[in-house]
């Protein structure tokens, strides 16, 4: 994966106002980067899986996260961190609380995406620019149009629409463990816990890539951009405007006689 060629591509042709992070499930300790930061060890806190994912796209940290590092369950369940439990899966916690009845959350707590237990220890998140691992999974943050940009670029290459799935929380699942474990792409709608504590802002939404598809997509981009696909959207703009009656009067008053 040539990583200085996909920032290069975004920066080129979809201008993100964040930095692009690269998402990597470790097998153990041994694979945490030498300067990654853990929230526990560094900043004596624990935090939610999308609070470490935003420090490492706003202030341009390697973070490296263990269940030990999370106060978020949903995040660590997601992950594989720990295991689904009779208690989580039949809703009695009521997590997630905008569920109409237990049953409803009970549904949504089994369906959404988790890895598989135990697989991993760590995840590790760095921009795009600082990453010095193989990345599993690529997130890009921005606005709509820059969302619908990228998405032209994913169907370039797949010839297939794009399809997203949100629950309104638990935003980290669909970017991380949906990607993982389907292969494709994840437009994603900022959950509650990821707006509150990760401050992604009101005209902020993401992107995810899998690995795999990084090079084409960049190649994508630039192919796209040349058949005239482009952002900020070229705006159409040799039209005759149609003025107002008295300019219209005005003009021909004025015309009068030359």
């Known amino acids: 994966m ?12 979809v201008r993100p106002t964040t930095p692009a992070i690269a998402v990597r499930m470790l097998d153990s300790t041994d694979e945490i980067p030498e300067r990654a930061k853990m929230p526990l060890r560094d900043f004596k806190v624990k935090m939610p899986l999308c609070q470490g994912l935003a420090l490492a796209r706003r202030h341009g940290l390697v973070m490296a996260m263990s269940e030990g590092d999370m106060n978020c369950p949903l995040g660590a369940l997601a992950m594989g961190f720990l295991p689904a ?7 009695r916690f009521g997590i997630p609380f905008w569920g109409s009845s237990d049953k409803a959350i009970a549904k949504l707590a089994q369906g959404m995406p988790r890895l598989e237990y135990g697989r991993h220890s760590h995840v590790v998140a760095a921009p795009l620019e600082r990453t010095a691992f193989e990345p599993h999974v690529l997130i890009v943050y921005g606005d709509p149009a820059r969302i619908g940009r990228m998405i032209q670029a994913v169907v370039y290459v797949t010839g297939e629409p794009v399809v997203s799935s949100s629950t309104g929380g638990a935003a980290c699942a669909q970017q991380i463990a949906q990607t993982l474990l389907t292969g494709t792409c994840q437009p994603v709608i900022a959950g509650g816990g990821e707006r509150v504590f990760a401050l992604t802002q009101d005209h902020e939404a993401s992107l995810t890539l899998p690995a795999g598809m990084a090079d084409a997509f960049a190649d994508a981009l630039e192919e796209t951009h040349k058949r005239g696909v482009r952002y900020p959207t070229r705006s159409y703009l040799t039209f005759g405007g149609s003025m107002p009656p008295n300019f219209e009067q005005l003009m021909a008053y004025l015309e009068e006689g030359e």
């Open 2 to 13: 040539d990583l200085a060629r996909i920032t290069q591509a975004l920066d080129t042709y």
């Open 85 to 91: 439990k009779e208690g989580y899966l039949d809703g």
